[in-house]
């Protein structure tokens, strides 16, 4: 699986959205980039995943560059609720999921 | 998004005995399920990959002899950690495969806490 690569921190205000890098230069053309998240002592939530198309649904929105060699996660109007750990996983449908260090997000009022 | 169960959430026990963790899919039918392990300010690391009916695909460097994994139903994973030692004590989390017409996605449990003594 290709590798991703994120900043291992960022801060974002409660209210605004957060915009969330990852780097999938090495991304085959059948792996799909997928977003989880995982809040102290808790299994990972999934969030979202794309192939080519950006996504949408009640909780982010993924854009994924026209080249697939990078990718960016939004939350639309970040609460303190989404303080946690980000990872970006490229993988194949089905596949085992290799998580690297991801970005922790710390939301502050 | 699709619900996956773990028991029991966390558990304590003395060196050398086994401990069994179920893994479950609530609303869904799962062929292969997947065990990971995380220890403290780490990543989850997988252990193996458990499908249904066959028998589990080990990551190198996991004892399968020690880390029993039985899937045999569609929505049922069980993982024994046997003869547990204090380096055993860790955060292990399943993860279930939903896949469908439009969709293949893997749901995580919540996962279960356990410390050897």
């Known amino acids: 699986d290709a590798k991703t690569t994120q900043p291992p921190s960022m801060d974002c205000a409660e209210g605004r959205a957060a915009n969330l890098p990852c780097n999938h230069s090495?991304?085959?053309?059948?792996?799909?980039v997928y977003w989880y998240r995982q809040i102290h002592s808790q299994g990972p939530q999934y969030i979202i995943h794309g192939l080519k198309n950006n996504e949408t649904n009640e909780m982010a929105s993924l854009i994924i560059t026209e080249d697939r060699k990078s990718s960016t996660l939004i939350l639309p109007h970040a609460t303190l609720r989404d303080t946690a750990v980000y990872y970006c996983i490229v993988s194949l449908a089905g596949n085992k999921l290799t998580f690297g260090g991801g970005t922790r997000v710390l939301v502050k009022p | 998004g699709a619900v996956v169960s773990q028991h029991p959430s966390r558990v304590i026990c003395k060196s050398g005995t086994s401990v069994k963790i179920e893994c479950r899919s609530l609303d869904f039918q799962a062929t292969t399920m997947f065990w990971y392990r995380q220890f403290p300010k780490q990543s989850l690391m997988l252990m193996a990959t458990s499908n249904e009916g066959s028998k589990a695909t080990y990551e190198q460097g996991v004892e399968k002899d020690k880390f029993l994994i039985n899937h045999a139903s569609l929505t049922l994973s069980t993982l024994t950690v046997t003869s547990a030692h204090p380096e055993d004590s860790s955060f292990y989390i399943c993860?279930?495969?939903?896949?469908?017409?439009?969709?293949?996605?893997?749901?995580f449990g919540p996962g279960t806490r356990l410390t050897v003594l």
């Open positions: 090495t991304i085959s053309g059948n792996e799909y």
């Open positions: 993860s279930a495969r939903e896949a469908g017409f439009y969709t293949d996605t893997q749901y």
